[in-house]
């Protein structure tokens, strides 16, 4: 539909699936981290990743759910290369913090720095660049004008959830900035950026029933699916990323 099938930059368009875009590539001998591997975008990026032969650590907080998604990549992909480990993004939730900032920023934060040296060694010993992709959100928008308020995280008089997820949204994008400015400074080979997928029909807003109905129905026409998702900045520019950017479907937003 015009002007969602409007190729960008990239040569590809809104509504371009992860596999057209990834098409040709072969990501044997790398390894890929994806969170919330369970459901929605995750578990379709887990899939098309595993079709380009990566390896992929499948992070969830319900191993059943995980051993289901797994299952079914494994019959449709049987070389596919595919584990799954627990992973609850809230585990520090006893630190009360919201749950949207704790999941979306706090939890990945924290994954990314206990993973880190990993990478840097890895990095430098196989010469092959880390990358990391934190999914945030247009929605980043929602946030205060201010930016983000730390000290009305817990404030619950006047909460709204689209103002928390909008903050921890933001956070994912200030996140990559910032690694990606200290990688440039300590002259390491990785680089980090991060994304909008785009607004796919997924589980996401299961706790918004009237708007999750919405968007199974009307949203249907101009939505997109989850084959559909993220994986744009792989191929967006050949070669190194562009560091330190909020990617967009069709290319690079800012
Ligand atoms: N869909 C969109 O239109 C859209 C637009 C912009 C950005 N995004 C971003 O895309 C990302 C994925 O969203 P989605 O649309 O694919 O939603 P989804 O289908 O609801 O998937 C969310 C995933 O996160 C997992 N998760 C939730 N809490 C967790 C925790 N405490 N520990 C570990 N895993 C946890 C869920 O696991 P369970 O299966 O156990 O619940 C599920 O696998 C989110 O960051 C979202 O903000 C989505």
């Known amino acids: 539909m015009w002007p969602f099938n409007r190729k960008g930059p990239s040569g590809f368009s809104w509504y371009s699936t992860a596999e057209e875009v990834t098409q040709g590539l072969d990501g044997s001998g790398l390894t890929a981290i994806v969170t919330g591997a369970s ?3 995750g578990s379709e990026t887990a899939r ?3 079709l380009r032969g990566v390896h992929v ?3 969830v ?5 995980g051993a289901s998604v797994k299952e079914a990549i494994v019959k449709e992909i049987p070389t596919a290369k595919v584990d799954v480990m ?3 993004l809230t585990s520090m939730a006893s630190d009360g913090i919201e749950l949207q ?3 979306n920023h706090v939890g990945h934060f924290l994954l990314t720095h206990l993973l880190l040296e990993n990478m840097k060694n890895t990095s430098r010993e196989s010469k092959i660049e880390g990358r990391i992709v934190n999914v945030s959100s247009e929605g980043h928008r929602f946030a205060f004008r201010e930016g983000i308020c730390f000290d009305k995280i817990n404030d619950q008089s006047g909460y709204s ?3 928390a997820y909008g903050q921890s949204k933001l956070a994912n994008i200030l996140h990559a900035n910032e690694l990606s400015r200290r990688f440039e400074e300590e002259g390491v080979e990785i680089t980090a950026n991060s994304l909008h997928p785009g607004s796919i029909i997924t589980n996401l807003l299961r706790y918004h029933s009237f708007i999750d109905v919405l ?3 009307v949203g249907k026409l101009v939505l997109k699916n989850v084959q559909q998702d993220k994986l744009r900045p792989v191929k967006d520019h050949t070669g190194k990323l562009s560091d330190a950017s909020l990617y967009h479907p069709v290319g690079r937003m800012v």
Do not use: H, K, P, Q
């Not at 907080?61 to 759910?65: V, Y």
């Open 39 to 41: 459901s929605g975008i």
């Open 48 to 50: 098309v990743l595993a």
């Open 57 to 59: 650590v499948m992070a």
């Open 61 to 65: 907080r319900n191993l059943s759910t």
């Open 86 to 88: 627990e992973l609850d």
């Open 101 to 103: 900032f704790a999941t």
């Open 161 to 163: 959830s689209w103002t």
């Open 215 to 217: 968007s199974r129905t």
